[in-house]
């Protein structure tokens, strides 16, 4: 008996299936809370290579919900010790990291390269990154995201559609688990489902969970779903798209919106001006018509809010950029 006889002896897996598994390629953005609950159980699975992208270290304060760390752990690249846990307890698969932030410049090449992608990063702008290059290169990606006690998970991309088609804008008011909390568990629930939407994929157990939403409410002990593989992708001209900073040129309008930010040029030498988001609220500002728009925020969410004013008066293209703290 070896240790994947308990999900070889179900019929929807058997020994091919097993080799499936062994044969795919996982890639894992994010190894916080969500990563951290879906890895140990795609390594117990047998799958055979996993790339991780991970740009964070282990804080004490993220310990309640990312249980694949230890206090020793703290100050270490995140990538490193999940990728030691997995030689630890499966030493036959292949681990892949990278100790940086998902880039738009690579998020083709590296969604490419796997048979399916799950985004852990609960990141609006990693979520909208990733969708588009898996859109391009028809991977599946499992998606989630999860704030206090409430979170999904979904299927996109592949043959069904994007995470554009679901969530064409973001909410109005949004927070991060930083200011609005989260409970533990009810990450480690998401994860899970993440690993068990992955692995229903790659080994094609029907219905496919690639085109599913499923919604679970912790604390009223609820959960929905249903089901969008007829969603219509929306308007290329109304999708706004993440670039990197590498690809700000000097004919662009670059706007920072990020509160203390004060340098004044880019790495490609074009003038950042620096406005806040009621700047745009009074439509005082607009680039000419002939020039591109590229708005600055740490997570994407402000500069998203600024591209839909502008774009109630401006009908150019615009591209956001989620930079965190770094100086652009």
């Not at 308990?6 to 190894?31: F, M």
């Not at 992708?233 to 309008?253: G, H, K, M, N, V």
Request: glycine letters at 8%.
């Amino acid at each position: 008996m070896n240790r994947y006889t308990r999900q070889t002896c179900l019929p929807e897996i058997g020994n091919s299936g097993q080799l499936r598994l062994e044969k795919a390629h996982v890639l894992i953005v994010g190894v916080g809370g969500l990563g951290c609950a879906a890895l140990p159980y795609l390594a117990g699975a047998g799958v055979g290579k996993m790339t991780l992208i991970d740009p964070d270290t282990v804080s004490e304060s993220n310990l309640h919900r990312q249980v694949l760390y230890k206090e020793t752990d703290i100050g270490n690249p995140k990538v490193a010790c999940a990728r030691d846990w997995v030689s630890q307890h499966n030493a036959a698969l292949e681990v892949v990291t990278h100790f940086r932030a998902l880039s738009p410049d690579d998020a083709d090449k590296l969604c490419d390269q796997a048979d399916i992608v799950l985004d852990c990063a609960d990141s609006f702008a990693v979520s909208y990154t990733l969708s588009d290059a898996c859109m391009r290169t028809r991977t599946p990606l499992i998606s989630a995201s999860v704030l206090a006690f409430a979170g999904y998970v979904g299927g996109f991309c592949g043959t069904r559609p994007s995470l554009r088609a679901v969530f064409p804008d973001l909410p109005a008011q949004a927070q991060s688990c930083a200011s609005a909390g989260v409970m533990g568990p009810v990450v480690g629930v998401l994860g899970c489902l993440q690993a068990q939407f992955a692995l229903n994929t790659l080994l094609a157990i029907e219905p496919s969970p690639v085109g599913q939403l499923l919604s679970v409410d912790l604390k009223n002990l609820q959960q929905s779903g249903f089901r969008f593989d007829s969603a219509s992708e929306p308007p290329t001209q109304d999708a706004l798209t993440f670039i990197s900073p590498r690809d700000i040129t000097q004919e662009d309008w670059v706007v920072d919106v990020r509160d203390g930010m004060t340098e004044t040029s880019s790495q490609s030498d074009a003038i950042v001006q620096h406005f806040s988001l009621d700047d745009f609220r009074t439509r005082q500002y607009k680039p000419d018509a002939h020039r591109r728009a590229v708005i600055v925020c740490r997570t994407g969410l402000t500069a998203w809010r600024a591209a839909r004013l502008l774009q109630t008066y401006w009908q150019g293209d615009i591209r956001l950029i989620a930079m965190g703290n770094a100086p652009l």
